[in-house]
């Protein structure tokens, strides 16, 4: 009996899942779609673009100094010595914060991104909430999160509802002015003493393909 039980439980539930109406919403089509989120992106785009530079010219002075030094290090004495090692330790330093900082897993780069979608990422999930409402939907599930679709009846779709919507509330001017990326220089901690023959060239390359793949 208690079997039996089961048995219904199960396919009660199962009838209850498959009488859900399901949707499909491509949040990232979306976003692409909206002309506020890719002018913002564009400026931070511009932004990250200046910080590379700015990470490439310390990098190259960094790389100069540490060759003179190494080629002029044996005519070096006393203080001059500690003082020109000290440069490199410093510089070396400056290029790992900057890394850090800027790059980094927790860096400025991936914190303004994330301040950049969060706005929109609200606005398109209201969108969402609202037409799932209006149509009756049980289940949304997003198209850009991971999700294989192997095909899709376009009456499934709901993006262009949910694109729509947007369009409709939105407003018509540019109100991520205001949101535009920080610029100016940016202090950097100094480290400890390390060995100033140690190389940092590989640390530049990782940091810039980290951010790209963000």
Same mark, same amino acid.
Do not use: C, H
């Given at each position: 009996?208690?079997?039996?039980?089961?048995?219904?439980?199960?396919? $009660?539930?199962?009838?209850?899942?498959?009488?859900?109406?399901? #949707?499909?919403?491509?949040?990232?089509?979306?976003?692409? !779609?909206?002309?506020?989120?890719?002018?913002?992106? =564009?400026?931070?785009?511009?932004?990250?673009?200046?910080?590379?530079?700015?990470?490439?010219?310390?990098?190259?002075?960094?790389?100069?100094?540490?060759?003179? $030094?190494?080629?002029? !290090?044996?005519?070096?004495?006393?203080?001059?010595?500690?003082?020109?090692?000290?440069?490199?330790?410093?510089?070396?330093?400056?290029?790992?914060?900057?890394?850090?900082?800027? $790059? +980094?897993?927790? #860096?400025?780069?991936?914190?303004?991104?994330?301040?950049?979608?969060?706005?929109?990422?609200?606005?398109?999930?209201?969108?969402?909430?609202?037409?799932?409402?209006?149509?009756?939907? +049980?289940?949304?599930?997003?198209? %850009? =999160?991971?999700?294989?679709?192997?095909?899709?009846?376009?009456?499934?779709?709901?993006?262009?509802?949910?694109?729509?919507?947007? #369009? !409709?509330?939105?407003?018509? +001017?540019?109100?991520?002015? #205001?949101? %535009?990326?920080?610029?100016?220089?940016?202090? =950097?901690?100094?480290?400890?003493?390390?060995?100033?023959?140690?190389?940092?060239?590989?640390?530049?390359?990782?940091?810039? %393909?980290?951010? %790209?793949? =963000?």
């Amino acid at each position: 009996m208690k079997k039996l039980a089961l048995i219904v439980t199960i396919l $009660f539930t199962a009838t209850q899942i498959y009488a859900q109406k399901i #949707g499909v919403v491509d949040t990232n089509y979306v976003l692409s !779609k909206l002309p506020q989120y890719k002018e913002a992106e =564009n400026r931070l785009n511009t932004q990250i673009e200046q910080w590379r530079s700015d990470l490439q010219k310390l990098q190259a002075e960094y790389e100069r100094k540490r060759e003179a $030094f190494e080629n002029e !290090k044996v005519l070096l004495v006393g203080d001059q010595l500690k003082l020109r090692e000290k440069e490199i330790v410093d510089l070396e330093a400056s290029v790992r914060n900057t890394i850090g900082a800027r $790059f +980094g897993s927790n #860096g400025e780069v991936n914190q303004l991104r994330s301040n950049l979608t969060k706005p929109f990422q609200d606005q398109i999930w209201n969108a969402i909430k609202t037409v799932s409402t209006k149509n009756n939907l +049980g289940i949304v599930l997003d198209k %850009s =999160n991971n999700i294989s679709v192997i095909f899709l009846d376009k009456k499934y779709d709901y993006t262009e509802a949910v694109l729509a919507l947007l #369009g !409709k509330t939105l407003p018509k +001017g540019d109100e991520t002015k #205001g949101e %535009s990326a920080p610029r100016g220089n940016m202090k =950097n901690e100094k480290g400890g003493r390390t060995n100033p023959k140690s190389k940092t060239s590989n640390l530049q390359r990782k940091a810039v %393909s980290e951010s %790209s793949s =963000n």
